[in-house]
């Protein structure tokens, strides 16, 4: 039988009952603790449900290990030792009031209260959304440094944890931001899917993501969900679908900041893919002229991130259309326009793949610049060599493809030599 502890008491009253509202507390609790004492050991300790369980039923037999004491000690405000004590039974006092009267309807007014309270309660406070809610925007700066491997844990745990909140009560204001929470935490996991070649897993994330979002009237995120599926199918080869699921989310919104991405990284690559120069251009134009309208940055905005695509990024897309066109003026042109802005970024990902697209337009010209071509995708995969992900190895693979009638060449044998052992490496094999 479950004995009443101070711990069980502090719980109940926080509304923290169930093992994913405590984890959530308790991980926040943690990275507090961690920081003000210099100490990064503790933010990565964790509470099984079955420890969580014990702790509730007060079966004890000695305290938690040191680690997970010190963080319940600073997130309950007592100490291990008497959270976990049974309390002695107190003195008997004077009897209690009579039950307060009840009201014409025959319901106790205290009760009424009581119930009122309850239902604006829940096990999401405004704490544990705001450190949810900052969690993902870690994982979305973090990104590029880290890759899709490094950060699909976290990101999956997070998403367990709000699947896990959503299943409770919360008040409608808190269960919209758990519904936000949820469909982008959903997207990134999409998003990571595709830069690991794990399709059909990016659209299963992308549809959830889209349902949450469309549930609650977030435009933006359900266009983004839309964006990242396109970018699914592009990859997967399926350039009519792509540019469909593209277009059909530009429909529903032909303002939104969020089309930028769309017209630029939707339909503009996939139409070019598909042979429709036309509309690829017209999609690209449009795409740079929604960003003078709504003032983008200049720079290169992170490729994971929800908000709207910055002009570089919207001109690395055209450059990957251009390519797909034969179209090498355009490619050039457009790749020296950027080239600072790409160069000074942090991402060494569009570093690489513009690299690639220019190596490919050099192998396209009239006169063909061989050497300089593969000098360009060698550098493409040493610059993402601990981080590698899947456009960059679809595009490194192509350009060897293009180097073939070449294959005889120096360059070329030493190019081929560097593409191996790069996809030799685990995380590359991970996605072949």
């Known amino acids: 039988m479950s004995r009443t502890t101070l711990f069980r008491q502090l719980v109940q009253q926080r509304h923290l009952t169930t093992h994913a509202s405590f984890s959530a507390q308790f991980a926040r609790s943690a990275h507090e603790l961690a920081e003000r004492e210099g100490d990064p050991r503790l933010a990565r300790v964790e509470i099984s449900s079955r420890q969580f369980d014990r702790w509730m039923g007060g079966e004890l037999r000695t305290l938690p290990r040191p680690d997970p004491c010190r963080i319940l000690e600073h997130m309950l405000g007592h100490p291990a030792a008497r959270l976990f004590s049974v309390p002695a039974k107190p003195p008997a006092g004077p009897s209690p009031p009579p039950s307060a009267p009840t009201g014409s309807g025959g ?7 009581a119930r009122a309270r309850q239902l604006v309660s829940g096990n999401a406070d405004d704490a544990t959304l705001a450190f949810v809610g900052s969690s993902l925007e870690q994982v979305v700066n973090r990104y590029e440094q880290d890759g899709p491997l490094g950060l699909h844990a976290q990101a999956s745990s997070l998403r367990g944890l709000l699947h896990a909140l959503l299943e409770g009560r919360q008040p409608p204001a808190a269960r919209q931001e758990l519904f936000r929470l949820t469909a982008r935490a959903a997207g990134l996991l999409g998003y990571m899917s595709v830069n690991t070649g794990k399709f059909a897993l990016a659209e299963a994330y992308c549809t959830e993501a889209q349902e949450l979002s469309q549930a609650i009237g977030d ?9 990242t599926r396109s970018l699914a199918l592009y990859y997967d ?7 469909a699921c593209a277009a059909a989310a530009a429909d529903r919104a032909p303002r939104s900041e969020q089309l930028i991405r769309l017209l630029a990284n939707g339909r ?7 042979g429709d120069a036309e509309g690829a251009r017209r999609a690209i134009g449009q795409a740079l002229a929604l960003s003078d309208m709504h003032d983008v940055p200049q720079g290169i905005t992170p490729c994971i991130s929800f908000e709207p695509y910055g002009n570089a990024r919207t001109l690395a897309n055209a450059v990957t259309a251009h390519v797909a066109l034969g179209s090498i003026d355009h490619v050039l042109r457009n790749a020296a326009a950027i080239d600072d802005l790409v160069e000074s970024s942090d991402s ?4 690489s793949l513009v690299r690639l697209d220019v190596a490919s ?16 995708g060698t550098e493409a995969l040493r610059l993402c060599g601990d981080t590698p992900i899947r456009s960059v190895l679809q595009r490194s693979r192509d350009l060897r493809d293009q180097a073939q ?3 005889t060449h120096p360059a070329a044998r030493e190019y081929e030599e560097e593409l191996r052992a790069w996809r030799s490496q685990p995380a590359a094999l991970a996605m072949s």
């Open 361 to 376: 337009a050099l192998l396209q010209q009239p006169s063909p610049d061989l050497e300089q071509a593969l000098t360009l």
């Open 237 to 243: 080869g399926r350039y009519a679908e792509a540019d």
């Open 219 to 227: 435009q933006d995120t359900e266009l983004w969900a839309c964006g």
């Open 405 to 407: 009638q070449w294959r």
């Open 107 to 113: 319901e106790n007014p205290l009760d009424i209260v």
């Open 348 to 351: 060494a990902w569009s570093r």
């Open 268 to 274: 503009a690559r996939a139409l070019a893919k598909i």
